[in-house]
């Protein structure tokens, strides 16, 4: 079985400031993938960066990057120099058949 | 390529209906996910398929809920016997295999009434 545990159900942030999304997750499987999406109001959902369980090096994509805790089971997601464009739902999601948390809404003040 | 596409988008059902969904993915695409999402909630996962092969469904679906990909394609979301608590958006989602990126659809709202 798998579970994703996003803590923090909306999160605001200064724009060009840096936020941190928190993600905890369970899994019986020994080799998965962990994902963030995003999804905008009232729009489709998109990946924002991928993460290998079986990499040490943690996934960076342009301003987005994860600090990933294996042994801890913990998949956060750092956002620096945060854009009005940023504000939207963001989902952890683990594994095969990719289950995905609660989600935590991102505000971003101008 | 013009990405996943969901039919329809916007389905008003009477309770006790059946409805059926459709799902187009990405020509290739081999996975194809189905997922329920409620306002302000995560996707729930309904059920999973590689190619023709229905991986799994959720325990949590009532034998109401049915999917098919019969051809490896393009797949239906069928609801028997329609509740209230049905309402929901209704996703889909493909990719080209384990563990890549999945292109999701833009939903099928069912509003059960």
């Known amino acids: 079985a798998q579970t994703v545990t996003q803590s923090q159900p909306e999160m605001s942030v200064q724009e060009a400031e840096t936020v941190t999304l928190s993600c905890t997750y369970d899994?019986?499987?020994?080799?998965?993938?962990l994902f963030w999406y995003k999804q905008p109001p009232s729009r489709q959902m998109i990946l924002v960066i991928r993460?290998?369980?079986?990499?040490?090096q943690n996934a960076t994509e342009n301003r987005f990057s994860v600090n990933f805790q294996k042994a801890a089971k913990s998949f956060s997601l750092k956002i620096s120099d945060s854009q009005l464009g940023d504000a939207a739902m963001y989902f952890c999601?683990?594994?095969?058949?990719?289950?995905f948390g609660a989600g935590t809404i991102l505000r971003v003040k101008s | 390529d013009t990405g996943v596409s969901q039919d329809p988008r916007h389905k008003i059902t009477k309770r006790g209906q059946n409805v059926t969904f459709r799902c187009d993915p990405i020509?290739?695409?081999?996975?194809l996910y189905w997922y329920r999402q409620t306002l302000g909630q995560g996707p729930e996962f309904l059920t999973y398929?590689?190619?023709?092969?229905?991986?799994?469904k959720s325990r949590l679906l009532s034998d109401r809920f049915s999917a098919e990909r019969p051809k490896g394609s393009f797949s239906t979301l069928e609801i028997q016997r329609t509740e209230q608590g049905d309402s929901a958006m209704y996703l889909c989602?493909?990719?080209?295999?384990?563990?890549?990126?999945?292109?999701f659809g833009q939903g099928t709202r069912l509003t059960v009434v």
């Open positions: 989602a493909s990719s080209s295999s384990e563990n890549t990126e999945a292109f």
């Open positions: 899994t019986s499987e020994s080799d998965y993938y």
């Open positions: 993460q290998e369980a079986y990499k040490q």
């Open positions: 999601a683990v594994g095969n058949k990719l289950v």
């Open positions: 020509s290739e695409h081999n996975r």
């Open positions: 398929f590689q190619n023709e092969a229905q991986l799994e």
